[in-house]
């Protein structure tokens, strides 16, 4: 069973950044394979889960949402199974919780999602 460990979250002031790590274990075929395309997804509060960024994984192009494009960067680390999210330019829009899962996944009927992480941007 494929598992994903969010981490990095924090309290950020607008303008500021975090880089937002997750773990992914558990794949049969190795994280390295074509067929594991991670995305991040982000919930805020009373709204649904949207996903944000996917990155590939035969060549690590990567798609943002709008409301993160220019702000945000995706990347792997294929040794230590790890997608990463650099956020910069933080603003308290981007308050929520963010998530690690497959790319493009159905966010109502995933079970797989890891605990997330609380990123909170306040001055």
């Known amino acids: 069973q494929v598992r994903h460990l969010e981490s990095g979250g924090g309290l950020v002031q607008p303008g500021g950044s975090l880089r937002l790590s997750c773990a992914v274990s558990g794949l049969a075929s190795g994280f390295a394979s074509d067929y594991y395309h991670t995305g991040w997804f982000r919930q805020a509060p009373g709204k649904a889960r949207e996903q944000i960024s996917c990155?590939?994984?035969?060549?690590?192009?990567?798609y943002y949402s709008d409301s993160v494009k220019g702000r945000f960067t995706i990347s792997r680390d294929l040794a230590n199974n790890t997608v990463y999210l650099q956020m910069n330019s933080l603003k308290s829009e981007d308050t929520a919780v963010y998530y690690c899962?497959?790319?493009?996944?159905?966010?109502?009927?995933?079970?797989?999602w890891g605990p997330g992480t609380q990123v909170t941007v306040s001055s």
């Open positions: 899962a497959p790319c493009g996944v159905n966010v109502d009927a995933y079970h797989s």
């Open positions: 990155i590939s994984s035969k060549d690590n192009s990567a």
